[in-house]
């Protein structure tokens, strides 16, 4: 008796580039398995990773027994916003100073890049955005769904396997004046390629001289270098000239809060006036979407941001997964030039972050698959933080076969 | 310099900061963003807060407070977080939420024999709340019905006209409350189901109607079941309340039964915020009933679509309590226990007030208030009056009259008794 749905003639979606391969990999019963696709950090056994100073925040909260779960304010946790602010544009920035900045509390990089979308498909005159070719695969989509036009401009270099910035200048220049330019603040994803300084310098001359919109997306403060104020370099410089700038953080990975969905979206403005109007408007695309933002997480990253003992330890493990990081890229590297594998491989270890552009094409990335039993995005795209110096042989075997079997 | 002028006066016209002719203001892309209006019920709250008044009474947020006044977080929760800390992990959750939260959320609404779980018919995925559910199938709607509308009852939360607003689905309202009885104005919903195109979409609040507190009996929803099915309109339930109403959440589900019963296909949007009192943590449940299973997993694929771009998975904590709490008996057994502790104190404060309005002799019927169910009373006390209420005696509510009995207690139903009294005795 089960009448027609009105759902009837409704196919079924294609699986998400990264999330399935996953699910792929848990799929598969062999014991060699390696998942090198999602970015989620794991120990050198293959673990993920809670960090103590997250555990002993998280304690500190659930034996307060007058703490309380109400809801928060549609802007998420005062607290956890100006931490967050002085955390990515530095404690003296004369913006926050100024309080020329509104911080609102998202829900990780995503939910800050899909609400600063919404607020300037609302509210700005330039309906198009400018995304790095290639860039995270879920970028168009946030950006389409929020109401703005996606182009892209140039920025991997598959020659060189390095920043294509001739390209990336000739195409920004000729952006209309007012259009909004993404911007990766450091550990360029999927690439690992970031500009020098110097580089970062022209761009932003560049984008000022046009009026060009800077919208950062901050995913791995402290965990590219290991430093927490070298890999916010590039946003204070855009910051310091004065100008205006969004600015999309989250505490995913460098806090290593994945699911619990810790982000914020900072806007910086050219008053204090502004900034309250724009924190006002903020609020109307929130509401109707999840009404406030997730407390957990959140308090987490408040409480071991405002006691700088807490800071310290965090600094200190943040750098230790860099660090673990780095130095698989160079037992990576190590391990193909042993192999005498054909092909220049340093950008293994020129590229920074969690990532590495392997360079591999879509073919040899499913032969590792089915042979090796290697999980990766098909764009080449491997996660170093699913590496360990035991999986590294087996991994460059990989490599290596694949590379002289297959073209 | 024109557009510099307009937003000048603008701004000087709302009585705000005078600006220098060379503010930095000029120079800002966003110098022409107008503030936005305040939420009309998020900003009760923090007008009460900011009033110094040791007398102020806050009846404005649908959440719980305890007879002190206090909020309350469930013992059921507090051991679950205790199981929570030092041993999960905080991976990312699928893009579609926590499994177990789901089925457990799917057993509490459809019931834990439901043939339609068994058959495996439901597409559900776990969301940021009621708001989150409300949204995901409100854009659903919008992607694969886009020449569909959304009926809404007079009156409802005011976030419903929002979150299918920003969908871009157009809204229609059916008649719900009737003024003059302070309860359903039944002849009038039949007549705007009847009226409606058929298949047109309703959204329907499952139980403890926000902000009326007016239900349909059970006789009245087996009526309403039978129209939905002669026109073929499509039922949305928003749960927000489920065991919060009557203290049991069977009993409150009675509702979504009836239709399951009468075999439609209904979607729910599930909250767990007042129930477990996890508003913060956004805990929440989306459910689509479909033919069967192949269309149940192509249904959800294209829900996890939606959430991706727009917060790629849900939060992991709220699921975890959620899942924690439901799946072993002896805390699940605490949570009925408390929820239904929680509902009783709140039908135990209608009783008071009622009584102690009587008692001071006003004239004015006040039976709603027992006779209405759920966290809200719908006093049909005017904005003007609201006011007085406010400026004169502290007392913070939303100015539709609407009264969140949970803020009331054996400490304030006295006052506020007197207060209501007063502005609406007739001289």
Not at chain 2, 51 to 63: L, Q
């Amino acid at each position: 008796m089960a009448s027609s749905s009105v759902f009837a003639g409704l196919a079924q979606a294609p699986e998400d580039p990264i999330l399935g391969v996953t699910v792929a990999y848990n799929k598969d019963p062999s014991p060699v398995k390696v998942n090198l696709g999602v970015g989620a950090y794991r120990t050198e056994e293959g673990k993920p990773l809670v960090l103590d100073v997250v555990r002993r925040a998280e304690q500190m909260l659930i034996n307060n027994p007058s703490r309380v779960k109400e809801y928060l304010p549609i802007t998420g946790l005062a607290e956890f916003n100006k931490l967050s602010a002085k955390l990515i544009f530095g404690t003296d920035s004369p913006a926050i100073q100024e309080s020329r900045v509104a911080t609102v509390q998202c829900l990780s990089g995503t939910g800050s890049l899909r609400v600063g979308g919404e607020f300037l498909a609302r509210h700005y005159h330039e309906r198009t955005i400018y995304i790095p070719q290639p860039t995270w695969g879920n970028h168009p989509k946030v950006f389409t769904l929020a109401g703005l036009t996606v182009r892209s401009y140039r920025y991997y270099d598959p020659a060189t396997r390095g920043l294509d910035f001739q390209g990336l200048l000739e195409d920004l220049s000729s952006a209309p004046s007012g259009a909004i330019v993404l911007l990766h603040a450091c550990a360029h994803n999927p690439t690992g390629v970031d500009p020098t300084l110097d580089q970062w310098e022209q761009i932003r001359q560049l984008m000022r001289s046009k009026s060009l919109l800077p919208f950062f997306d901050s995913a791995y403060q402290g965990f590219a270098s290991g430093s927490l104020d070298k890999d916010a370099q590039s946003v204070r410089m855009f910051v310091a000239d004065g100008g205006e700038l969004l600015m999309a953080q989250s505490y995913a990975k460098n806090m290593g809060l994945y699911g619990e969905r810790v982000g914020a979206l900072s806007i910086v403005c050219g008053s204090a006036d502004v900034a309250v109007r724009v924190e006002s408007q903020l609020k109307l695309v929130i509401r109707p979407m999840y009404s406030n933002p997730p407390i957990h997480g959140a308090s987490i990253v408040a409480t071991i941001l405002k006691d700088s003992d807490m800071f310290n330890e965090w600094t200190v493990e943040l750098k230790g997964m860099a660090d673990r990081i780095i130095s698989m890229r160079q037992q990576l590297f190590d391990a193909l030039k042993t192999r005498g594998t054909p092909g220049d491989w340093s950008h293994i270890i020129k590229q920074i972050g969690m990532f590495t552009f392997t360079g591999l094409n879509s073919d040899q990335v499913a032969f590792m698959r089915q042979e090796y039993h290697i999980y990766m995005t098909s764009d080449g795209r491997i996660s170093m933080a699913g590496l360990s110096t035991r999986t590294i042989p087996h991994l460059s075997d990989a490599i290596h076969a694949a590379v002289t079997k297959l073209k | 310099m024109a557009l510099y002028s307009r937003a000048a006066a603008a701004i000087r016209r709302r009585g705000g900061v005078s600006l220098a002719p060379h503010a930095r203001t000029m120079a800002s892309l966003f110098g022409h963003v107008e503030p936005a209006p305040k939420d009309p019920i998020l900003g009760v709250t923090e007008a009460f807060l900011a009033d110094p008044s040791p007398d102020k009474v806050n009846v404005g947020v649908g959440a719980y407070r305890d007879d002190n006044g206090q909020p309350v977080v469930l013992d059921c929760v507090r051991e679950a977080e205790r199981r929570i800390a030092g041993t999960l992990n905080m991976e990312y959750l699928p893009m579609g939420g926590s499994i177990k939260m789901i089925n457990e959320s799917l057993k509490l609404a459809y019931g834990e024999d439901s043939e339609l779980i068994k058959d495996k018919r439901i597409a559900a995925v776990q969301s940021l709340s009621g708001t989150g559910a409300c949204r995901l199938f409100a854009d659903f709607q919008r992607r694969f019905l886009p020449d569909s509308q959304i009926y809404i009852p007079t009156p409802t939360w005011s976030n419903h006209h929002n979150i299918w607003r920003d969908a871009q689905v157009p809204q229609r309202t059916f008649t719900y409350y009737h003024p003059e009885t302070r309860g359903l104005d039944f002849a009038g919903l039949m007549d705007d189901i009847k009226n409606a195109p058929n298949g047109s979409f309703f959204l329907l609040h499952a139980c403890a109607h926000n902000p009326t507190g007016v239900d349909p009996t059970e006789e009245q929803w087996r009526e309403i079941s039978y129209q939905f099915k002669v026109k073929n309109h499509f039922p949305f339930f928003d749960m927000a309340y489920q065991g919060f109403a009557s203290g049991d959440p069977e009993r409150d589900a009675k509702a979504i039964r009836i239709f399951l019963e009468d075999g439609h296909q209904i979607g729910c949007a599930q909250s767990y915020a007042k129930n477990m009192g996890l508003y913060g943590q956004r805990a929440g449940c989306l459910s689509i009933v479909c033919e069967d299973e192949m269309q149940a997993v192509a249904v959800k694929s294209q829900l996890q679509q939606i959430a991706r771009p727009m917060y790629s998975n849900p939060p992991v904590h709220g699921a975890l309590i959620v899942s924690i709490i439901l799946n072993d008996p002896e805390l699940k057994s605490l949570w009925l226990k408390e929820v239904k502790g929680m509902a009783d104190r709140i039908i135990g404060m209608r009783k008071a007030l009622k009584e102690n309005l009587e008692q001071l002799g006003s004239t004015l019927p006040w039976d709603h208030i027992t006779n209405q169910i759920g966290m809200f009373c719908y006093s049909g006390m005017t904005p003007e009056q609201v006011d007085r209420l406010t400026n004169e005696y502290h007392i913070y509510m939303t100015r539709n009259g609407r009264i969140s009995m949970a803020g009331v207690t054996t400490g304030n139903v006295a006052y506020l008794a007197n207060a209501i009294h007063e502005v609406t005795k007739t001289k």
